[in-house]
DNA sequence: GCTATAAAAGATGTCAAGGTCTTTTTGTCT
DNA sequence: AGACAAAAAGACCTTGACATCTTTTATAGC
């Protein structure tokens, strides 16, 4: 019923939220939301068009929030991403009853609307502060190093770049 | 939010439960609803697999409900054909704090939980009995006539098999 | 100003949902 | 039994969601 992408959107934005003003890049929050790396890159680039998060580019850029997790909703990010749309007239296009809703669609734009209302009222903030609770994406912050590359323990022998560069991966 | 596949499954329900014990053809059905003909087949199967509707072949065959709308919730088509997933476990598969949900999956799950309570909650006889109200499907039963074909007006010429096959479609 | 870093942009690939078409099987009515 | 009606089955096509890869552009730090 919550889309892949949706899933990944709200897993970005609660983990930039997480680290306030410190942007992360598009490579760390992938890996610390267990995302595709490219194609939380465009999803990013969505949230960004949509004035939910904002970007840096060049060294120590990366993303924030655009806005006070306290002012955002979590239906804001859905809406962003992959609107949700309730039922206003009928799929079927019969004008007979005017914009009255058969009994049929009436409940499922009802149970969508019970949907719309409870992300509605959720913020990011909300789901930060969760009293008592486990952090937020259900791990815990610190398991991501934040520095791009730890300073490896061993000098690799001699090696050529484009070997190195296959290791990477 | 529904799905296509869900929203033909819930009209093509609706269909033959306001139809009651008369058969219905997929034809007639896919014209009333509106779906695809040949789709509309294969979902039936699917219905039909469920124990949900009940078919007939032959003369006079076609689709019924297998249960009495009291007893047939709108939720248990939902899950014939796409069921709506609860959120059990962490999906990104942290185990640190047992099965417990981060606060942005409890929230997720819990909207869906509304769905489905709203879903569990409605039969179809809810549906067709809704006081005071237009016809379910937002159009009169009486529009679509039961007739496979009413009688041609005009003999048309003589013309091959394979013309009038043509014409026909 | 050069270099490294990181986002933006755009082209491309993959797969499952949605939709179609044809043939086969099963049933009813004459 | 034969003709017809209808569901069942299965092969096939189309499209959009999901995902990847490569090139370009902007920025900070030296």
């Known amino acids: 019923m919550i889309s892949q992408t949706v899933e990944y959107a709200l897993r970005a934005i609660v983990t930039i939220a997480q680290h306030g003003e410190k942007p992360c890049t598009a490579q760390q929050i992938a ?38 997790p306290t002012e955002l909703t979590i239906w804001e990010v859905i809406d962003a991403v992959e609107p949700i749309k309730r039922i206003h007239e009928c799929p079927l296009g019969i004008t007979s009853h ?6 049929l669609h009436q409940r499922l734009d009802g149970a969508i609307a019970l949907v719309e209302e409870q992300f509605r009222g959720t913020t990011i903030a909300d789901v930060l502060a969760e009293p008592g609770m486990a952090t937020p994406l ?8 934040l520095k791009t590359e730890p300073t490896p323990r061993k000098r690799p022998k001699v090696e050529t770049r484009k070997q190195a560069k296959k290791k990477k991966k």
């Open 98 to 103: 005017g914009s009255l809703l058969c009994p």
């Open 31 to 68: 890996k610390m939301t267990q995302v595709p790396a490219p194609y939380l890159s465009k999803l990013m680039q969505v949230l960004v068009r949509a004035g939910i998060a904002s970007s840096q580019r060049g060294l120590h850029g990366g993303f924030v929030l655009a806005r006070q």
């Open 138 to 145: 259900c791990q815990e912050i610190e398991t991501v190093e």
